[in-house]
């Protein structure tokens, strides 16, 4: 009876060693494929950060742009104003 026990008790260890062992590879396999989703994350986010960066560069390029663009028109207008007074005092 004592021996029967025994091999129970042996084969019920045996399981919950098997069992645990399941338990602790798929714990690292997750541990595996969230370690590869965050890499993954963090390339992103740099490409991200990268593109924002160019973004913001570009637009600052359009600004400077603008007020050149601003600039000119204002000496056009300057000029045009220039000519019409010359040709009213022409005619």
Known sequence: VVADEVRNLAGK???ASRSTSEL???AVSSVEKGTQAMS???QA????QENSAAVAE???KI???SAQQST????VSLGV???SSVVQNNS
């Open 81 to 83: 104003e220039q000519i």
């Open 63 to 65: 600004s400077t742009a």
């Open 40 to 42: 993954s994350t963090a």
């Open 13 to 15: 260890s045996a399981e």
């Open 45 to 48: 986010m740099g490409r991200l």
């Open 58 to 60: 570009i637009v600052q």
């Open 72 to 75: 000119s028109l204002e000496q």
């Open 24 to 26: 602790i590879a798929a």
